[in-house]
């Protein structure tokens, strides 16, 4: 295995990292930076980098210095460490000298050189490098080096040393601050000159757009690197030295969102100060928007919760504390948004400066209250965060509007990978005043989309959480109450002592829940009346606790609950049994047993030349040949053994069981060969590789492979917890009524139902609306649930998990139902489900408490019809007699 590849799986690369890696090493495959002149690499990374480059290093520079265009997001820093890991192992090169152009990115690189941090630089290759040595402004003056006989003596070390530096601290002038050009008595020198000693310093600059300014390039060059390599998202027209690129063009919808330029066309009419306000209240309108779908997505996928923001970008300070004043303001959105808003620009200073800093570093955490985010040319790079999904520019120009340094901010995935949700995959950039000219720079554009709000407007959803009888709490302290009494169905319920067993491990759960105790036996033991004493003591203990005005709103604090009597709990569960099929989460699994069967070697190699071989000896300047004499011929002493233990290692099925079956079919062939022993072992020696691949394609023709179906019941009953919808503002309507915006379906939610598990039910089309009308109407129907996503458990291939879109109870049979329009009931993926669901319900009827039949039934939307009852509707599904024989 190559180094890059190795990089590559110690590091978990990205595909453009490992790209970027791959043209690095066959440009310095080729180079010894200590030696090399510009020219020479300018050649060979011309000759090596993609698309064969014109290559051009910047005149200012007195060595080789190689540029990676990548776009924000897609991990420079990470690019940078396997790098330096590379020039470490391929050329021994110990000493990286990393450059920032600015405090925030200084700090950022100094904690991300640390092992504990989750974006550590070196992630994945701590056991091959151990930790390096990292100097900067802080302990720098602890280098270990000497001054003597006009020389530094540094200390040898076999490890990586890096430093890192702001290039306002490495100018030449006189700071009062940061000296880093003054003698220094506890170095010998300056540190600048400690490091121009190092005769293989690489400079590795962040951000590297920062330092094509005059003052800068001299500063670095002062230092005598034997390379440098620059990572930017934005190169200057001056980089011709680009070795491999991966702009937002190509990461966006893959490693990146995608930008959307939003904006209104009818603006005619309106001050300025009126399209400020409109970009606004627009932009917290997406906003609110997105909060709704990110929501639901998290709740759905069983995932923590992410926070949107938005950015607003202002013309200056005076503006941003006006914008400030009108988001803090009661009329703006009703006040919501007051107390989560913050500046950050020069202007603020001290202790609110400090706070803001805070609150902005740890904007991602849902503790932190803060939504909306105002700046002033202060968050270009370095400020890092997933979930930033709306920018307001209300400062600048068409230009700037779309400068990469500001849209990079919002352009990380909050999921770290696409959804395939269009909410989800985009950023949102509001631009009326400039929407008409941004359209026709964007046209042509593949990183952008457009939307109209005049023609498409903001929906304004309501995101409403739908649970069966219990809410979240509630149903926690269920579930656990559940796999406290082992009961297996629903029905189980109806049992008046299991009654009595469930409230007692409500009570329990509860008391446990809420002040856990130092001894459980003292719980566990408690009779009935004693712990509805204990709970009700608990309950109010903590109601009496007492709240600052400083507690913060969305803490890690469970929410108190009030403890439920025993009627009303007894009522709670009655009800649980009467709506709730008892369905087993049951993982699916498959194990496969391969066997070859007897074979009959033939040899399809016709002959095998065995002639000798000669050594000569000629003179090639009198062209004559001076001696001939035949070669020692080379051979195999045991050529069973041999081509046996080739053949083990060439079929990855074979082991040590098979080896009478592999010695037979080696037997086989080698008695084909003609001639005596003496020849087979020569033939052997020199055939091997080509007879093992002629016995290894035999051998493979005559295997047999049998996959046998296993299954592991996980539970014996699922809890189906809450769902999420977002509703359109009428968009809550009777399950019996038909709405003309079929289109829209998935944007209402109907109510009304009596033996749904869920009282009210989302659908993707009206087809499954008929057949919950159905299901209300037909007295055959016991009851059914809506399963929402990823609770059921139920998997169809790696990683995916299906849901199918109604469980059905009937007086003798339980069914899975998939809804699909007739142009996909044969659909490919549609078919791996249902596999996957007739495999689930042949398991779930050999464990099925109820004693029922489980059967799956595909059903096209064109076959179900209001007033047909169930039953008929089921025999119109689709025929998928032998569909898991294939």
């Given at each position: 295995m190559g180094i890059v590849n190795k990089i590559n799986w110690a590091m978990s690369l990205r595909e453009p990292q490992l790209e970027a890696l791959t043209y690095f090493d066959a440009i310095s495959s080729k180079l010894e930076y200590k030696t090399c002149t510009k020219e020479v690499a300018e050649q060979v990374a011309k000759e090596n980098c993609e698309n064969n480059r014109n290559i051009k290093i910047d005149s200012d520079f007195n060595f080789p210095s190689f540029c990676f265009e990548m776009a924000t997001g897609i991990g420079k820093t990470r690019l940078m460490g396997a790098s330096i890991y590379y020039l470490y192992k391929t050329k021994g090169y110990k000493h990286f000298f990393i450059l920032a152009p600015g405090n925030t990115i200084y700090d950022k690189l100094r904690k991300e050189t640390m092992p504990h941090h989750p974006k550590y630089?070196?992630?994945?290759?701590?056991?091959?490098?151990?930790?390096?040595?990292?100097?900067?402004?802080?302990?720098?003056?602890?280098?270990?080096?000497?001054?003597?006989?006009?020389?530094?003596?540094?200390?040898?070390?076999?490890?990586?040393?890096?430093?890192?530096?702001?290039?306002?601290?490495?100018?030449?002038?006189?700071?009062?601050?940061?000296?880093?050009?003054?003698?220094?008595?506890?170095?010998?020198?300056?540190?600048?000159?400690?490091?121009?000693?190092?005769?293989?310093?690489?400079?590795?600059?962040?951000?590297?757009?920062?330092?094509?300014?005059?003052?800068?390039?001299?500063?670095?060059?002062?230092?005598?690197?034997?390379?440098?390599?620059?990572?930017?998202?934005?190169?200057?027209?001056?980089?011709?030295?680009?070795?491999?690129?991966?702009?937002?063009?190509?990461?966006?919808?893959?490693?990146?969102?995608?930008?959307?330029?939003?904006?209104?066309?009818?603006?005619?009419?309106?001050?300025?100060?009126?399209?400020?306000?409109?970009?606004?209240?627009?932009?917290?309108?997406?906003?609110?928007?997105?909060?709704?779908?990110?929501?639901?997505?998290?709740?759905?996928?069983?995932?923590?919760?992410?926070?949107?923001?938005?950015?607003?970008?202002?013309?200056?300070?005076?503006?941003?504390?006006?914008?400030?004043?009108?988001?803090?303001?009661?009329?703006?959105?009703d006040g919501r948004y007051k107390g989560?808003?913050?500046?950050?620009?020069?202007?603020?200073?001290?202790?609110?400066?400090?706070?803001?800093?805070?609150?902005?570093?740890?904007?991602?955490?849902?503790?932190?209250?803060?939504?909306?985010?105002?700046?002033?040319?202060?968050?270009?790079?370095?400020?890092?965060?997933?979930?930033?999904?709306?920018?307001?520019?209300?400062?600048?120009?068409?230009?700037?509007?779309?400068?990469?340094?500001?849209?990079?901010?919002?352009?990380?995935?909050?999921?770290?990978?696409?959804?395939?949700?269009?909410?989800?995959?985009?950023?949102?950039?509001?631009?009326?005043?400039?929407?008409?000219?941004?359209?026709?720079d964007v046209k042509s554009n593949p990183i952008f989309k457009t939307r109209d709000l005049d023609e498409n407007d903001v929906p304004q959803n309501e995101s409403v959480d739908?649970?069966?009888?219990?809410?979240?709490?509630?149903m926690a302290l269920f579930a656990q109450t559940v796999e406290y009494s082992a009961i297996k169905s629903f029905q189980d319920i109806n049992d008046l002592k299991i009654q009595e067993e469930l409230y007692k491990g409500y009570l329990k759960a509860y008391a446990k829940e809420l002040k856990p105790v130092k001894d459980d036996k003292e719980v566990d033991q408690m009779s009935l009346f004693d712990l509805e004493s204990f709970a009700n003591n608990t309950a109010t203990a903590e109601d009496n606790v007492q709240t600052t005005e400083n507690d913060v709103p969305n803490t890690k604090h469970k929410q108190k609950l009030p403890v439920m009597k025993k009627d009303e709990f007894i009522d709670k569960i009655k009800k649980v049994a009467q709506r709730s099929v008892s369905v087993p989460r049951i993982s699916i699994g498959y194990s496969s047993t391969i066997n070859f069967k007897p074979v009959t070697i033939k040899r399809s190699i016709v002959d095998f030349d065995t002639a000798s071989s000669f050594i000569e000896r000629y003179d090639i300047i009198n062209d004559k040949l001076l001696m001939s004499i035949e070669a020692v011929t080379l051979e195999t002493p045991d050529p069973v053994n041999e081509l046996a233990c080739m053949l083990l290692d060439s079929i990855d099925e074979f082991d040590s069981n098979d080896a009478e079956y592999i010695i037979d079919v080696v037997e086989q062939y080698i008695n084909l060969i003609e001639g005596s022993f003496e020849d087979k072992k020569k033939i052997v020696r020199r055939y091997a590789t080509v007879i093992i691949e002629d016995i290894r394609k035999q051998v493979y023709a005559a295997k047999e492979e049998h996959t046998e179906f296993i299954y592991n019941v996980e539970k014996d009953l699922i809890l189906f917890g809450k769902f999420v919808k977002n509703v359109k503002p009428d968009g809550k309507v009777d399950f019996k009524k038909e709405i003309a915006d079929k289109k829209n379906i998935r944007q209402y939610l109907y109510t009304g139902y009596k033996k749904s598990y869920y009282p009210d039910n989302g659908f993707d089309s009206d087809d499954e609306r008929k057949l919950s009308v159905i299901l209300e109407e037909d007295q055959e129907v016991l009851r059914w649930i809506k399963p929402p996503l990823n609770q059921m458990g139920l998997f169809y291939k790696a990683g995916h998990q299906y849901n199918p879109d109604f469980i059905v109870e009937t007086a003798d049979s339980k069914y899975l139902v998939e809804v699909k329009a007739s142009n996909m009931t044969k659909d490919e993926d549609v078919l791996d489900k249902a596999k996957?669901?007739?495999?689930?319900?042949?398991?779930?009827?050999?464990?099925?408490?109820?004693?029922?039949?489980?059967?799956?039934?595909?059903?096209?939307?064109?076959?179900?019809?209001?007033?047909?009852?169930?039953?008929?509707?089921?025999?119109?599904?689709?025929?998928?007699?032998?569909?898991?024989?294939?």
């Open positions: 630089m070196f992630k994945g290759l701590e056991a091959e490098m151990g930790r390096p040595k990292v100097y900067d402004g802080e302990n720098y003056l602890n280098y270990p080096v000497k001054f003597t006989q006009q020389e530094f003596l540094i200390e040898k070390t076999s490890e990586i040393q890096i430093f890192i530096f702001n290039i306002g601290k490495i100018f030449q002038r006189g700071d009062v601050q940061f000296d880093f050009h003054d003698f220094k008595e506890c170095l010998g020198g300056s540190f600048a000159d400690v490091l121009k000693s190092f005769d293989d310093l690489v400079i590795c600059m962040d951000e590297a757009h920062r330092y094509y300014a005059d003052k800068s390039k001299k500063a670095i060059d002062y230092l005598n690197p034997i390379l440098g390599l620059e990572f930017t998202a934005t190169p200057k027209k001056e980089n011709k030295n680009i070795i491999y690129s991966f702009d937002l063009a190509k990461g966006a919808g893959k490693y990146l969102k995608i930008p959307v330029v939003m904006g209104r066309t009818n603006t005619a009419g309106f001050s300025a100060e009126d399209i400020e306000e409109m970009k606004m209240k627009d932009g917290i309108k997406l906003h609110e928007q997105r909060k709704s779908v990110v929501y639901k997505y998290c709740v759905e996928n069983n995932l923590p919760q992410v926070k949107p923001i938005v950015l607003i970008s202002c013309k200056d300070t005076a503006h941003a504390k006006e914008v400030r004043d009108v988001i803090d303001s009661d009329e703006f959105f989560k808003v913050i500046e950050i620009h020069s202007g603020t200073s001290g202790v609110e400066s400090d706070d803001n800093i805070r609150k902005l570093l740890t904007i991602e955490d849902n503790t932190n209250p803060i939504e909306i985010v105002l700046h002033v040319y202060k968050l270009k790079e370095g400020w890092d965060v997933n979930n930033l999904f709306t920018i307001v520019p209300l400062n600048a120009a068409k230009s700037e509007i779309l400068a990469l340094q500001t849209i990079g901010r919002g352009l990380r995935l909050p999921f770290g990978q696409i959804t395939g949700q269009d909410e989800l995959d985009t950023l949102d950039i509001v631009a009326h005043d400039h929407y008409r000219e941004l359209i026709d739908v649970v069966s009888e219990f809410n979240d709490g509630q996957s669901a007739i495999k689930w319900c042949e398991c779930a009827t050999g464990v099925d408490a109820d004693k029922k039949e489980w059967k799956f039934r595909l059903i096209s939307g064109q076959n179900i019809a209001i007033g047909n009852n169930f039953k008929y509707t089921m025999g119109m599904s689709e025929n998928l007699e032998g569909l898991t024989n294939e």
